[in-house]
């Protein structure tokens, strides 16, 4: 396909007021007639052609204005629908298609899943359901009648407000009608119709207005579904108080499907679910997966006022809607948790996916300038970094300042499809400042590296910072400009304390946050009259490579200090990252720091300090991941050199904290039964950590506790989190505990989902035989996409020296797997060939592997244009 490229945006030439479907549901001949009410855009180009878009759908017959149209008033083509030369005034046009949800693999479109009709429409789905103008900023008002058979959709769900139902007489097939009074893009059509079980509940809007409240399941399943209930009434209480968005149907309605691309869809008054992110119980489901599907319901019912209300004008302006809802749900999830520890958390995930992402081929802006394939878009830069620029924006303008520009984008652009220009005249406008050089965040792409050095002027008794600002070269885009960005900052003195900033006369602060906007620029701070430790980008500001030049004993002194519980868990970070760089063999920079003992009493005093959040201090015990030493060293990358110096660190850290973490152990048993609220799942987290890290020694008293304490679990967080513990420690055990798990699971997919992504994961040369034995096994399946990535998803990304063995199997098994799945589900397939990303990064005999399988994925025949896009920008 060709580019679409952002300067070429048109406005349509046709709008579409009104929609009204009818869809008649039949597992292999499902027909949609539509009726579209259309008119001329004054905007558009006047006397054009009505240009509709398809994909792999069967015309029936074509009427306008009611009367039907002959073979030479339309051009169709396997993927648009032309109306040659229509009216220039009002008409109504009525399609009839045919389509076969049961033949739909690619799960885009209409579908079924296990039986349930189901649809995906975002982004070019809805052309694969009727002939359609399928671009976001074409709004209608839809009505739409769902027909089915009885005994097979007992349930049918549209968008809006039910209107109508009832049986079609004579016949074995009954009926409901929806209509959705909201203007919106088709890319939030919906519907489902299946046999399912539901929970409802009421929920009454801050200005008194009922809602009822439904979640549909699989039968059999809705004694799972009250955690999702609860973060569903949570999320629009909280999104009234923090930003005044109010629901605005008389019905919201959830659907939990168990085939589905991604995590879950916002389509208006019908959210469908990937059902990993609604089911949970204490015996099936994770602490994290608790977190996680509060987030995704706050994510997706916030998206009803970012995204759906207000809509995206193109697909160049995703990170309109995607970046702040995800900023969003970040804050709702900070405010009902631990904000700190959601914090790392969030950091933790933009490092691994995002800067890896930021680092490779596949770097692109915010707002990419060009895409071949939208869906490839989908980005950790679109979605984390986006919400970081909107974390960035409230940094810069305050807690009001932000509020101020929120508020008058809702007002102004409510039922309009904006851009990012929109967005951000809104808040330069009610704070009067001007954000030219901000919007640079929306455009270049690459992580910004940062460099900072600090110089005590004893006499003086001052304080300057020197701070450099490179942004390294990305596809596209060799020369970047300075960028703006705010670095929060503190200076701790020898007391551990924060000093008073008393920045010079024309430094560029606000308050403790320093606005950097020059490729090198200095601040200075007067009456400083003892040499304070830096404590730079605290809260982790801005999304930047910093590097502090700071020293051991400057980053143990803020592991152990910090007043920001960011920063004190990043500087224990750093430390861990130094000593691994050079455990490895790889350091660069002659940075040597080959005894741990610094990181070991950091550790230490954090576990032992009373006051701080155990869930703070798991995160504390945790050293950086093998990505992210990786990324550290840069090129040339060893991966089992990084392996083998976590393994060994980490088997340090047990050894050296044994009786502490022998002590937090017990102390953090379990009182009471099982609740997955966020203290509860500190105090586990912690307590997992620990167990962790003593069964690293591999001693044989630390595996028989892991064992007793899989064995005696009574929720799945400990129960899993003990089984990981034993497949990564104890080949002797594991086996046996692997199949006791399986045994007591395996009629739940989503369990053996765990189970799969865990023996994927395994770091020892026996995983890539092990993973190709349970592509055969019955509970696998290459047409459910949580089973792709749970088994083979996680073998490409979570096992780095496997899926990059030196004998190149890892990089040839997952090519495979990516071509099998090519013409199934492309979307899939081009997801896990993005575990390519950071291959140029590898040492010489690896980036060879991973090139010729690339190559050959490249040079096969027919690829989708998802896969054929990331293969292309991956050897670009
Ligand atoms: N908007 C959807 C993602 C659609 C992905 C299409 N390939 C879910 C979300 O971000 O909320
Ligand atoms: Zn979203």
Redesign the pocket.
């Known amino acids: 396909p060709k580019p679409v490229r952002l300067t070429d945006y048109r406005p349509p030439d046709w709008l579409v007021d009104t929609v009204d479907l009818d869809v008649r549901l039949h597992p292999s001949v499902t027909t949609v007639i539509a009726r579209l009410g259309m008119r001329p855009n004054p905007l558009g180009r006047h006397g054009s052609p009505i240009v509709l878009d398809g994909d792999e759908l069967e015309l029936k017959s074509i009427t306008l204005n009611g009367t039907p149209l002959g073979g030479s008033a339309y051009a169709a083509t396997p993927s648009s629908l032309t109306i040659l030369a229509p009216p220039q005034a009002a008409v109504t046009l009525q399609i009839e298609t045919v389509l076969d949800p049961s033949a739909n693999t690619k799960l885009m479109g209409l579908y079924r899943s296990s039986g349930t009709y189901c649809t995906q429409c975002?982004?070019e789905g809805f052309r694969r359901i009727t002939y359609f103008p399928d671009r976001p900023d074409v709004l209608a008002v839809y009505t739409t009648r769902i027909e089915a058979e009885r005994d097979e959709a007992p349930v049918l769900l549209g968008n809006g407000n039910p209107v109508e139902r009832g049986d079609v007489e004579g016949t074995t097939r009954h009926y409901a009608v929806w209509h959705d009074p909201w203007p919106k893009p088709c890319y939030l059509f919906a519907l489902v119709g299946g046999r399912l079980d539901g929970i409802s509940e009421p929920f009454v809007t801050a200005t008194g207005k009922p809602v009822e409240l439904g979640i549909y399941v699989e039968p059999g399943k809705a004694d799972r579904a009250s955690y999702a209930m609860d973060a569903l009434k949570r999320s629009m209480r909280w999104d009234e108080e923090a930003f005044g968005c109010e629901y605005d149907l008389d019905v919201f309605n959830i659907v939990a499907v168990a085939d589905f691309?991604?995590?879950?869809?916002?389509n208006k008054g019908l959210n469908v679910f990937n059902d990993k992110y609604v089911l949970a119980s204490p015996e099936t489901a994770t602490d994290t997966d608790y977190a996680n599907i509060e987030a995704i319901i706050a994510?997706?019912y916030f998206?009803n006022w970012t995204g759906n209300r207000i809509t995206c004008r193109d697909w160049f302006q995703l990170c309109l809607k995607?970046g702040l809802?995800v900023f969003r749900d970040q804050e709702f999830s900070s405010d009902q948790r631990s904000r700190p520890v959601k914090r790392i958390g969030d950091v933790r995930l933009l490092k691994s996916h995002q800067f890896a992402e930021d680092a490779g081929p596949l770097a692109h802006p915010v707002r990419p300038s060009t895409y071949r394939e939208i869906?490839n878009f989908?980005t950790a830069t679109v979605y984390e970094k986006g919400a970081e620029v909107v974390r960035m924006l409230k940094t810069l303008l305050g807690e009001e300042g932000f509020r101020s520009g929120m508020d008058l984008y809702f007002d102004r652009h409510d039922g309009q499809a904006a851009t990012v220009e929109d967005f951000l005249t809104c808040f330069s406008e009610t704070n009067s400042v001007d954000l030219s050089q901000f919007a640079l965040w929306y455009a270049q792409s690459g992580t910004p590296q940062v460099e900072v050095s600090g110089h005590w002027d004893a006499d003086a008794r001052s304080y300057r910072l020197d701070i450099r600002q490179t942004l390294p070269p990305t596809p596209g885009q060799p020369d970047k400009h300075a960028m703006l960005f705010p670095l929060a900052l503190g200076l701790v003195g020898p007391d551990g304390k924060d000093m008073p900033l008393n920045p010079d006369d024309g430094t560029n602060t606000a308050g403790t946050v320093l606005l950097v906007s020059k490729p090198e620029q200095s601040f200075l701070f007067r009456d400083v009259p003892e040499r304070p430790v830096p404590s730079i980008n605290r809260g982790f500001s801005a999304p930047v490579k910093l590097n502090a030049n700071l020293g051991t004993e400057d980053l143990t002194f803020l592991a152990r200090h910090d007043s920001d519980p960011f920063n004190r868990f990043e500087a224990g970070q750093t430390l861990a990252l130094h000593h691994l760089v050079s455990a490895s063999g790889q350091s660069r920079e002659g940075i040597r720091i080959d005894d741990p003992t610094a990181l070991v009493e950091a550790m230490d005093a954090s576990l032992n300090d009373a006051s701080l959040d155990p869930a703070f201090v798991a995160q504390v015990l945790s050293v950086p991941s093998e990505g992210e030493v990786g990324r550290e060293i840069g090129t040339d990358v060893d991966p089992d050199a990084i392996h083998a110096a976590r393994r060994t660190l980490r088997h340090t850290l047990g050894e050296a904290l044994r009786p502490t973490l022998e002590r937090v152990y017990v102390q953090h048993a379990p009182t009471g039964t099982y609740s997955p609220d966020a203290i509860s799942a500190g105090r586990r987290s912690l307590r997992n950590a620990s167990l962790d890290l003593l069964a690293c020694t591999g001693g044989e008293a630390d595996i028989a506790r892991a064992l007793t304490h899989f064995e005696t679990a009574d929720n799945m967080t400990d129960r899993f989190f003990a089984l990981s513990v034993l497949a990564h420690n104890a080949p002797d055990v594991r086996e046996a505990a692997l199949t006791a798990f399986h045994e007591r699971f395996k009629d739940d997919p989503l369990v053996v989902d765990k189970w799969l992504a865990l023996q994927a994961q395994i770091a020892e040369p026996g995983a890539l035989d092990r993973v190709r034995e349970l592509t055969r096994h019955p509970a696998f399946s290459m047409g459910n996409p949580n089973r792709v990535r749970a088994l083979i998803g996680n073998f490409a990304t979570a096992n780095q020296t496997q899926f990059h063995r030196l004998d190149g199997a890892g990089h040839t098994f997952v090519a495979d797997a990516v071509l099998e799945l090519d013409s199934r589900n492309p979307?899939v397939a081009a997801r896990l060939l993005g575990a390519f990303k950071s291959w140029r990064s590898l040492e010489p005999v690896r980036r060879a592997s991973a090139e010729r399988n690339l190559k050959r994925v490249a040079d096969k025949r027919d690829l989708s244009p998802d896969v054929a896009d990331i293969v292309a920008r991956s050897l670009g």
Not at 261 to 266: D, F, K, L
């Open positions: 975002e982004a691309n991604m995590g879950a869809m916002e994510h997706e998206h995607e809802t869906n989908y979307q």
